[in-house]
């Protein structure tokens, strides 16, 4: 999993609240279960016309948002079925970061296993980042984990909490295999004690 440590990017407003998994990566692109290809389905019941014309009002779709690397969200983002692909599609078209003030718990601890920061911020400090970020080619953020502050293109600053251990797992690229891979060394040592203490099992 790809380490996050200081992103800077453009940050796309996205001012919906109760934005769920559906809205994210509707249910016809849930077939496959690779990682990769999925961008092109992100938001695309907003992203698109029925014609499968670009819709053109859709802050993805304008020019200044197009490679954007956040998304400020409203409320409770994330809610909705549990699927995976709703991070996976997120990550595929290179979203990195998603700031709001809540997120639906499993969509939340899923971002974490693919390489996604969430961060969790009050409804005042949202308002200003959605403003930030309605600045168009202007609207640039940095976010740098390690000191859990998100800078805005004027160099207002604000601070976030993150829990100890997620913050490690991102800043050192670790999703739960990598985790495992971290205790190679202790379980091929049980795995020797074992062959020898019971050479029967």
Not at 89 to 111: H, M, P, Q, W
Not at 130 to 152: H, S, W
Request: charged letters at 25%; aromatic letters at 8%; proline letters at 4%.
């Amino acid at each position: 999993m790809q380490k996050f440590e200081v992103l800077t990017g453009v940050a796309a407003p996205l001012p919906i609240i109760n934005i769920d998994t559906d809205m994210i990566i509707p249910k016809q692109y849930l077939k496959t279960i690779k990682r990769t290809g999925l961008g092109k389905g992100l938001f695309s019941e907003m992203r698109y016309h029925e014609d499968g014309s670009e819709n053109a009002d859709f802050i993805l779709n304008k020019a200044a948002y197009r490679k954007a690397q956040i998304l400020v969200a409203g409320d409770n983002f994330g809610c909705g079925s549990s699927r995976e692909h709703a991070p996976w599609a997120l990550a595929d078209f290179g979203i990195r970061c998603v700031i709001s003030t809540s997120f639906a718990d499993i969509f939340y601890n899923n971002c974490f296993k693919n390489g996604i920061l969430p961060i969790i911020v009050s409804a005042d400090d949202l308002k200003k980042l959605m403003d930030d970020a309605e600045r168009g080619a202007n609207a640039t953020l940095t976010v740098d984990l390690a000191a859990q502050t998100i800078k805005g293109p004027d160099g207002g600053t604000i601070a976030f909490d993150m829990d100890p251990f997620k913050k490690h797992c991102m800043l050192n690229g670790l999703d739960d295999i990598g985790l495992t891979l971290e205790k190679a060394p202790a379980i091929a040592a049980y795995e020797t004690r074992a062959a020898v203490d019971r050479p029967w099992a």
